[in-house]
């Protein structure tokens, strides 16, 4: 009787696993598949590189201008989506923004509906926008570098993202070298941990290969994962949890974020620059208060050096961005952040 109890027991249990096999499939959920569900990656039958943006020979990403003139979007000269240089007013004040996708105005509909072209659009100050988008604050501190004493502006505005502007690692500016291969298959890193790809098929490959997929398992594990979407996903939760360790090591030290926002402020106190970093929370954080944020990114917000000049408005929510995936403002997250940018604006010129 205990045998076949046992046995009747073993063969509910196999077929339970095997209906959740069955649904993990069927959900898309497939084996050796580690892909994460944040990132903007799938594999594709053709890869096809895309050239939207640039490394120049500085080593700043920048705007390819030819593409963006074909769709009728305004790109200066140097790459930015903002005025050619000649033609600001030099009897004018300046205030100038820094940034990633956010500042340059990703998902606002239409592109103009960014917040830092809602502030051009109300304030008689000269407004520059340096925002590009996967810039990290390695490119914000070369940008503070090269345009802060150009333009001796009144006021800096970083505008740091909290979703992916605090560096894990540090990186080194290279001429003409891309810090992401954009393709049909998403964005990839050029440079991953200590591998390095010399063009967008070596990091599609790798990708493939080691990355996201168990194209080659080694260890018992990794074998057992390739023919099972349950392993699998045991698998990747154990990697996304390493994952997180790391980062949440590198928001307790913010080591080479810090780095560069301490050059940043120290162009702005050369050329009397009032400096304000200005937080942008990442969508899942955003109904948080303040003190959240003060425990949480102490590291930035109790800075002796930065503290002072980091500001974090009030009022953010999860209603101010667009859904997961892209998780970028909306058009009333822009609307938000462009009446908080005026106001401190107003409160400067008092």
Not at 35 to 46: E, G, L, Q, Y
Not at 234 to 239: F, Q, R, S, V
Not at 254 to 265: P, S, V
Request: proline share 5%.
């Amino acid at each position: 009787m205990k045998t076949k109890v046992l046995l009747g027991n073993t063969m509910l249990f196999l077929l339970l696993i095997g209906i959740v096999e069955l649904g993990l499939r069927f959900t898309n959920h497939q084996p050796g598949n580690l892909t994460p569900n944040w990132a903007n990656f799938k594999p594709v039958d053709s890869l096809i590189e895309y050239h939207h943006f640039i490394t120049d020979s500085n080593g700043l990403i920048v705007a390819n201008k030819p593409y963006f003139d074909s769709l009728h979007i305004d790109i200066n000269n140097n790459g930015f989506r903002t005025p050619e240089w000649p033609s600001i007013d030099s009897t004018k004040k300046t205030d100038l923004f820094i940034g990633d996708s956010f500042t340059w105005g990703l998902s606002a509909n239409p592109l103009t509906a960014c917040f830092v072209d809602l502030v051009r659009n109300q304030s008689a100050n000269n407004i520059v926008n340096l925002g590009i988008p996967v810039a990290d604050p390695l490119q914000y501190e070369m940008l503070a570098q090269q345009y802060i004493p150009k333009f001796k502006p009144q006021q800096v505005f970083v505008m740091l993202y909290l979703g992916n502007d605090i560096m894990q690692n540090d990186r080194n500016i290279v001429a003409y070298k891309p810090l992401y291969f954009y393709t049909n298959a998403g964005a990839m890193l050029a440079s991953d941990g200590n591998r390095t790809f010399t063009s967008a098929a070596e990091a599609y490959r790798y990708y493939m290969e080691e990355k996201y997929f168990l194209r080659h398992p080694t260890t018992i594990f990794q074998k057992a994962a390739s023919k099972s979407a349950i392993i699998t996903l045991l698998y990747a939760i154990h990697m996304r949890w390493v994952e997180k360790q790391q980062y949440n090591k590198s928001i307790a030290e913010m080591t080479f974020t810090k780095q560069h926002l301490y050059a940043i402020a120290k162009h702005c106190k050369a050329n009397h620059s009032k400096l304000h970093i200005v937080i942008i929370p990442e969508q899942k954080e955003a109904n948080k208060d303040s003190v959240y944020f003060k425990n949480r990114y102490k590291a930035l917000f109790a800075d002796t050096i930065l503290g002072p000049f980091v500001w974090l408005p009030t009022g953010i929510n999860k209603s101010l961005y667009t859904a997961y995936p892209d998780a970028h403002l909306n058009n009333a997250g822009h609307q938000f952040y462009a009446k908080q940018i005026l106001g401190l604006l107003s409160d400067s010129e008092k």
